[in-house]
């Protein structure tokens, strides 16, 4: 005669454990969506300022190594100046010549002054330090061009340009107003 003893406590203890996956499943449910939030939060706060501040960590300012001949080859998207993604391969690349010959290239206490060409469009150049400013010159006769979606994002990064670092053979360009891509990457010829 087998007697099995029942434990009064069963219910009980399987309740407990019920209420304690839940409250565990709440707790890592909230704790990740709080690092998101956090993310979110530490991502929105960052000025144009401190994001190239990130940007000049591995590399170099030097105005003098803007000279020469350049490909455009992605855009990408930083939050931080650390972390980039959102790569994407420019498929027209067209060529940037920033010159040294032109009698308009100037030196101030801070930088460079000087011509700059991407494609059919001339720009001024000037820096100081890692920021960078391009603006466009025009002229009374201009070339009617038909830019595909590639170069006339690139001129857009162009125009709003901020600022740059130069990492071994790269020039970084950071620049404002696209929501998700803030980086022009051109490779040194």
């Not at 000025?47 to 105005?63: A, K, Q, R």
């Not at 994407?88 to 460079?112: K, M, Q």
């Not at 002054?113 to 494609?119: E, K, Q, V």
Request: overall charge negative.
């Amino acid at each position: 005669m087998n007697k099995s003893i029942k434990n009064p406590f069963e219910r009980l203890q399987k309740g407990a454990v019920s209420i304690l996956c839940i409250v565990c499943a709440l707790f890592v449910w909230s704790c990740q969506n709080k690092s998101e939030n956090d993310q979110t939060l530490s991502d929105e706060t960052l000025s144009d300022e401190e994001i190239s501040i990130n940007l000049l960590i591995e590399g170099e300012v030097d105005p003098e190594s803007l000279i020469g001949e350049w490909d455009c080859i992605k855009f990408a998207y930083t939050a931080d100046g650390k972390e980039i993604s959102n790569v994407v391969t420019i498929s027209s690349r067209g060529a940037v010549s920033i010159f040294d010959e032109d009698p308009h290239l100037s030196s101030y206490d801070d930088g460079i002054l000087g011509p700059f060409s991407y494609m059919y469009c001339n720009f001024f150049f000037s820096v100081s330090d890692n920021l960078i400013s391009l603006s466009e010159l025009t002229y009374y006769y201009q070339i009617l061009v038909q830019y595909n979606d590639d170069e006339m994002n690139v001129i857009k990064a162009f125009q709003n340009a901020y600022s740059f670092v130069i990492k071994g053979n790269e020039l970084i360009i950071y620049f404002t107003g696209e929501k998700n891509k803030n980086l022009l990457i051109l490779k040194k010829r």
